[in-house]
């Protein structure tokens, strides 16, 4: 793993379905990772942005993404740069 710890999230901020975390994501509770077809329509409504970076090659492609008017704590920023290493190996 990328060795990053951080505060539990309580089981009310983590989510089995995709919408719910990018609805959570806008509404200012974190970041999410998606795929493009569900992340689409709320980049392009300005609710959420991309984080920079090449997009992960796998088998599904998933984007992390977070409310444009919120900056990146520094553990949302770790397991960024972590998700990205991982990503160029």
Not at 43 to 56: D, T
Request: with cysteine; proline share 7%.
């Amino acid at each position: 793993g990328a060795n990053v710890q951080g505060p539990r999230l309580d089981e009310r901020f983590t989510f089995s379905d995709t919408t719910d975390a990018m609805n959570a994501a806008a509404c200012g509770l974190g970041v999410a990772l998606a795929r493009s077809h569900i992340a689409t329509p709320y980049l392009e409504r300005g609710q959420l942005v991309r984080l920079p970076g090449p997009a992960l090659t796998a088998r599904w492609s998933y984007y992390v993404v977070y409310p444009a008017h919120r900056r990146l704590k520094p553990a949302a920023r770790a397991f960024v740069d972590w998700l990205l290493e991982v990503a160029r190996a």
